[in-house]
C-alpha cells in the first residue's frame, strides 16, 4: 500500500482536484485487508498535512489538501 496511490485515487487535479472520499471507498479501491495498518497510512499522512480528514454522508472521509 503505497501513499501516492492513496493520494492519487481521493484526487485528479484534472477532473477533481477537491474530491473527498470515504475510508471505505479508500479501503475498496486499495484491496486492503488489515485495516489498521490503512488507518495508520491516513493518520500518517494526515499528521503530515497532506490530507484532511471531513465528513461525508456520515462517514469518516478524506480530501487531500497538498500533493
Known sequence: ???IDILNFITNFRKAPNDI???S?????IG???EAALLHVLEEMKQ????REVEKNGE???QVTAK
Do not use: G, P, W
Open 1 to 3: 500500500m503505497k501513499k
Open 21 to 23: 472520499k470515504t475510508f
Open 60 to 62: 469518516k472521509a478524506f
Open 32 to 34: 486492503a485487508t488489515d
Open 48 to 51: 503530515l498535512r497532506t490530507l
Open 25 to 29: 471507498e479508500i479501503k475498496v479501491h
